[in-house]
């Protein structure tokens, strides 16, 4: 058995146990008691994000990684680095609401590189894709897996990422479609 996972009771630990009416424990509980697991988990507050722009023509991946914090500087440099690709044509990147995304700074450096910024309806991300491609990467290198400490949690994250031309190219090709769940004259109730 993996020394990341052990029996969540131990001869340290209390357990509760269902007794009857006179305090014996219940026999049949007993025998029906299942062993609870915990996976161990790493402490630290360190944060590793990523901002990231999704080609959904060439299916690529282009981000900008930090430790510290997202905020109008990082969409800026996401923007120089969408710039960098030199595409021709125009270029329209969708984005959510988030306060470093939509200000006049960022507003300014887009009209500047010819990119269009275009800002989805509040409480949409249905509508976004790289919300699909997070909940993609997380899924593979973060749910359900021990990382010791900070660096072998940023590698898993960076390796999945680094899969996503190649390895994890055939389970993208259908999770990241032009296709979108809308809803149509949806009645609204409000309290």
Not at 42 to 53: D, E, K, P, Y
Request: some cysteine.
């Amino acid at each position: 058995m993996a020394t990341w996972f052990r029996p969540a009771l131990s001869a340290d630990e209390q357990a509760a146990v269902l007794a009857d009416r006179d305090g014996h424990p219940d026999p049949v509980i007993r025998r029906r008691m299942l062993v609870l697991w915990a996976v161990r988990a790493a402490s630290g507050r360190q944060r590793f994000n990523v901002l990231g722009a999704w080609d959904a023509v060439t299916r690529r991946l282009l981000s900008v990684t930090n430790t510290t914090v997202v905020n109008t500087d990082t969409m800026c440099q996401l923007l120089r680095a969408i710039a960098a690709e030199g595409w021709v044509g125009p270029v329209t990147v969708v984005l959510d609401n988030a306060r470093y995304q939509r200000n006049k700074v960022v507003q300014g450096l887009a009209a500047e590189l010819s990119i269009r910024l275009l800002f989805l309806p509040s409480y949409s991300p249905n509508l976004n894709l790289i919300e699909r491609l997070w909940g993609f990467a997380k899924r593979r290198s973060v749910y359900g897996k021990y990382h010791p400490d900070f660096a072998s949690f940023r590698a898993a994250i960076e390796d999945t990422l680094a899969g996503i031309p190649s390895t994890y190219a055939e389970a993208l090709q259908s999770l990241m479609t032009l296709e979108f769940q809308t809803f149509e004259d949806v009645s609204l109730l409000a309290a």
